[in-house]
Each structure stands twice: as structure tokens, then as C-alpha cells.
């Protein structure tokens, strides 16, 4: 048996293990990590390699911002108060919600920093209107999803940049972009709506006393802004920026240094950053290489563009989609597309690669995902340990099979002709 399928076998097994037994999955991924490691001849520090800092740090710092926010009731208040402007238009919350995460996203900041920002109001107002939490945050980040083609964002450049490498430049490039991810995300979301029910909450009563902010909820206010402005504007790193401003909030004793670090889910950070020291083994093995060649060997013009669309899908579980999928795909599109032949399109076949480099984000193992089940879990009614693991547990599998109904979404417009036809119709 060959490294890549053991490693493989191993991340089966350790998910396996982590969801029957009750276990944490990242410790029992480093465990597997350690093992395999050394049976693929990699020291100990090759091996502590393959855990992400930079994710860690990031999620770290964004979780114990809005554990002091969510503290001192600034979140709760914030959400309760922003809702109140629909009155008891209660259907117009999830539209609402998804229309800001795609706007907000389109305006230029891209979808990195509005992944961090929008589960962490769309889940408060979830929970103040009778919403189910994770429905509004994959609808929020659904929304963010489809805005990041948007021109002028930084992924849209880096991607028009990386097809120019294969002389692929059209007038219509940004419009199919835009218009494939913004159906994608639209279906996803109903998707969810569907899945979750949506459609049976009823109008929730919304008192008219307006509760007003008091000083430390002002000075929360005023440091969640100052994020928000440093990470879209001024591009700094959304978890130094967290906690820089966390701990300015700190030393104006706007809620107590204990609280906040205790409302810090140190066990879902150690489940993302543990399982990702065990995914770069399956990749430096070649255990994505074994998926993709076999899908690869499936490929002619009427299944091209959805298989790589699923390829760059199943990288995206594993690495950024942003610094990975794009730069290795997107550049053999048009080389792929001239040895298949037979009028294949490379412009759809390029526009599936960014959904399937995209929505598949919401996995636990991605940023998306791992900030989703982070913010979930800073939510304090869940102060039992045990609670706190089971529910943290359950989120991260129902967040692994979200991020397989994305694929199955994305293969069935590709596969049923909606992606081809939407192009027909902009060109």
C-alpha cells in the first residue's frame, strides 16, 4: 500500500474514531500525523510543519474579540437592534443577510476578512429571530461567496492575472464569473433556507423598548469598527487586528481578561489546525493526485469543466483556495482545454475552478468553516464542557457535509448545462 493511500486511510480513520468515540479529531489527526510522518521518513519538525500558525492565530484573535463582545452583550444587543429595522418582516432576515455579505464583499475587501466578520453578526440575529444559527451563517458566507468576482476584489484580479497566463482574456471573463458564482451561491443558500426550514419560522415579536448601549458596549462598538476598517481598508491580518484591538478593549475594562479567554473555543482550534497537520501529509503523499487523476481519466468536452470544478472542490477541503487551487489550476486551463478539443469552453471550465476552490470553504478543515464552528461555539450558553464537545463535534460533520452538498450543487449545473447556458446567454 502506498503512502498517499495511507494517509488517506489514516484521516478516514481518525475522523471515524473522533465522531463515534467522542474524541477530539485534531488530536487524534496529530497523532496520526506523528506516526505516518516518520513512516514517510519526515523529522519532527517537517511534521509540526503541517500545523497552520497563521490559521491558528487567526481564528484565536477573531474568537476572542467577539468573546469580549458577546461578554458584555454588544453582540446581542447590536444583532437585536439591526433586525428590528425589518419590523415583523421576518422572511427579509436571511435576504437581508446574504445581500450584505455580497455587496459588502463586492465593494473591493474580497471575501478573506467578510468570511471573519459576517457569521459573527448573522448568528446572533439567527438566534434573535428563531433562526436556525448555522442556516444563517452558511447563508451569510453563501452571500460573500458569490460577491468575491466583483472586478475590483483581490481574488478577481489574481484570477483574471492567472488566466492571462494562458492568453485566455475576455471582455465577457468578469461577467461569467460574476454571474457563475452569484447562482451558485443563490442555489446554496435556498439550499440551506430548504434544509433548515426556514420557511416555518413565524413572526417573532420584537419589543419596541430600544435598549440603549452603555459605555462599555459603545467602546466595543467603536473597536469593531476600528477592525472592520484596518482588515477591509488597510488588508492587516484579520487575528492580529483582533487582538490588538481585544486587548485595547481589555485595558478599558470593557469585560473581564477571564471571561474572555475562557469564551475562546481552545478545542474546535485544536480540531482545525490538528486535522490540518494531517492534511498536508495526505497532499505531500499524493493523496489528492490519486482522487484527481481518477476523475481526470473521466474527462471529455461535455464533463470537463465539472470534473475540474469537483478536482479544485476537493482541493479546497485540504488548502487555500486563494494561494493553492487557483495558482495550480487556473494557469492549465487553457492547455487542458486545447488537448481535450471538441470546442471545450475555457472560460466556463475556469469560472468552475473558482466555485469549486470556493464553496467548498464552508468545510470544517478551511478557514470558512473553521470560523463558522468557531463562532459558533463562543456562544455561552453552551459553558459545559461536555455540551460544548458534543455540540462542537456535531457542527464540524455537519460542516464537512455541507461542503459536499456545495460539490454536488456545482456538478449538477455543470453537468445539466445551467453554467454552459448561462454563458450562452451573457456572450
Not at 437585536?80 to 455579505?101: D, E, Q
Not at 493553492?324 to 475555457?346: M, R
Not at 478551511?366 to 464537545?389: C, F, K, Q, W, Y
Amino acid at each position: 500500500m502506498s503512502m498517499a493511500v495511507i494517509t488517506i486511510v489514516c484521516l478516514i480513520v481518525a475522523i471515524a474514531i473522533g465522531f463515534f468515540r467522542q474524541l477530539n479529531v485534531g488530536i487524534l489527526s496529530i497523532m496520526g500525523a506523528f506516526i505516518v510522518g516518520h513512516m514517510m521518513g519526515l523529522n519532527d519538525k517537517q511534521i509540526i510543519s503541517g500545523f497552520n500558525g497563521n490559521l491558528f492565530v487567526t481564528l484565536m484573535g477573531v474568537t476572542f474579540l467577539f468573546s469580549i463582545l458577546n461578554s458584555n452583550g454588544t453582540i446581542q444587543l447590536l444583532a437585536t437592534r439591526s433586525v428590528s429595522l425589518v419590523g415583523s418582516h421576518n422572511w427579509l432576515i436571511p435576504i437581508v443577510i446574504f445581500l450584505t455579505g455580497y455587496i459588502m464583499t463586492g465593494l473591493g475587501p474580497g471575501a478573506i476578512p467578510m468570511l471573519a466578520i459576517m457569521p459573527a453578526f448573522a448568528i446572533p440575529v439567527a438566534i434573535a429571530r428563531g433562526y436556525n444559527p448555522i442556516m444563517m451563517a452558511l447563508i451569510a458566507d453563501f452571500g460573500v461567496f458569490g460577491g468575491r468576482m466583483s472586478p475590483i476584489t483581490p481574488e478577481s484580479i489574481l484570477v483574471r492575472e492567472l488566466l492571462a497566463k494562458g492568453n485566455i482574456v475576455s471582455p465577457e471573463l468578469v461577467t461569467v464569473l460574476i454571474a457563475n458564482e452569484t447562482l451558485t451561491g443563490v442555489v446554496c443558500a435556498l439550499i440551506a433556507f430548504i434544509y433548515y426550514k426556514g420557511y416555518k419560522v413565524k413572526h417573532v415579536q420584537v419589543s419596541e423598548k430600544v435598549v440603549p448601549f452603555n459605555r462599555q458596549q459603545w467602546f466595543s462598538l467603536v473597536g469593531l469598527l476600528t477592525m472592520v476598517v484596518l482588515v477591509i481598508f488597510f488588508k492587516h491580518n484579520v487575528g492580529l487586528v483582533s487582538f490588538t484591538v481585544g486587548g485595547a478593549l481589555l485595558c478599558l475594562g470593557v469585560a473581564e481578561e477571564s471571561k474572555s479567554i475562557k469564551g475562546i473555543p481552545w478545542s474546535v482550534l485544536i480540531m482545525i489546525c490538528g486535522v490540518g497537520t494531517l492534511m498536508k501529509l495526505v497532499v505531500e503523499s499524493g493523496g489528492i493526485t490519486i482522487i484527481s487523476d481518477f476523475l481526470a481519466i473521466l474527462m471529455n468536452s461535455g464533463t470537463a469543466s465539472g470534473i475540474m470544478g469537483i478536482i479544485a472542490g476537493i482541493m479546497s477541503w485540504f488548502s487555500s483556495g486563494l494561494s493553492v487551487v487557483f495558482p495550480t489550476l487556473l494557469p492549465t486551463v487553457a492547455g487542458l482545454a486545447e488537448a481535450i478539443g471538441d470546442n471545450v469552453n475555457a472560460i466556463e471550465m475556469a469560472s468552475l475552478i473558482v466555485i469549486g476552490g470556493t464553496f467548498t470553504g464552508v468545510s470544517p478543515f478551511s478557514t470558512t468553516g473553521g470560523l463558522i464552528l468557531a463562532t459558533l461555539m463562543t456562544d455561552e450558553t453552551s459553558a459545559n464542557t461536555d455540551v460544548r464537545e458534543h455540540k462542537s463535534r456535531k457542527i464540524f460533520i455537519e460542516l464537512l457535509i455541507w461542503s459536499c452538498i456545495t460539490l454536488v450543487v456545482l456538478a449538477t449545473l455543470a453537468f445539466t448545462g445551467v453554467y454552459g447556458l448561462l454563458y450562452k446567454l451573457i456572450v
